[in-house]
């Protein structure tokens, strides 16, 4: 796939020396879209979530926002969310969970909430969308890369992969009070969709492609 650039930054598909750089992202933007620092005992359980898996196990899926310099931001999900979470607690979660052990018991602290996300990741795989909207993502962009189209240009990218391979639509889960991220996604043409449970915390959108 052809690089696309935005004045100094380019928007192009994952390298294995890119790794770090999501992993900061992702702890940089993983509290409501800021950094999660201090939120965490150990905020690297976010990117052992939301990012390293994605870049372990489907990389041609992952793109990043890069400057020249390093990456401001990517995006990446998986085309087939019910394949991938089988994947994650096969492949994935036996190279984490030594670092991240599942709680003792019912999961108290924030730390221990994500830990025991880890070992149940397929928690987060909702069957009533796998049809219409089979395919999931994840995108973050750092404060300085924000405001500047990125966003735009990264989903851009990451739905023609997409539609590329013939996904019909997309998906994302996402913490409603933020709102900035939200107002982002509507501008895209996502719109929300009913939870599978009334009660569920987190909002889920999605987009026909």
């Known amino acids: 796939m052809a690089p696309v650039t935005d004045s100094a930054v380019t928007v192009r598909p994952y390298r ?25 005992q150990d905020p690297e359980i976010l990117p052992a979530l939301f990012a390293s898996p994605y870049a372990a196990l489907v990389p041609d899926l992952v793109f990043v926002a890069d400057d020249g310099t390093r990456p401001l931001g990517y995006v990446l999900g998986a085309a087939d969310s019910t394949r991938f979470y089988a994947r994650f607690r096969e492949r994935w979660l036996p190279t984490v969970a030594g670092r991240f052990p599942a709680p003792d018991g019912p ?21 009533e969308f796998a049809e219409e909207y089979p395919a999931h993502l994840h995108i973050d962009l750092l404060p300085h890369g924000q405001g500047r189209g990125l966003g735009r240009r990264l989903m851009e990218t990451y739905l023609a992969a997409l539609r590329n391979r013939g996904v019909p639509g997309v998906h994302l889960g996402m913490n409603p009070e933020n709102t900035g991220a939200r107002a982002f996604y509507d501008r895209l043409g996502f719109h929300e969709l009913a939870p599978p449970d009334p009660g569920h915390p987190t909002l889920y959108l999605a987009r026909r492609l």
């Open 107 to 127: 999961p108290q602290t924030p730390d221990e909430r994500l830990r025991d996300l880890l070992h149940h990741a397929e928690r987060m795989l909702v069957p």
């Open 16 to 40: 294995p020396s890119d790794h770090d750089a999501l992993r900061d992202i992702c702890v940089r933007t993983g509290h409501v879209g800021g950094d999660a620092t201090g939120h965490f």
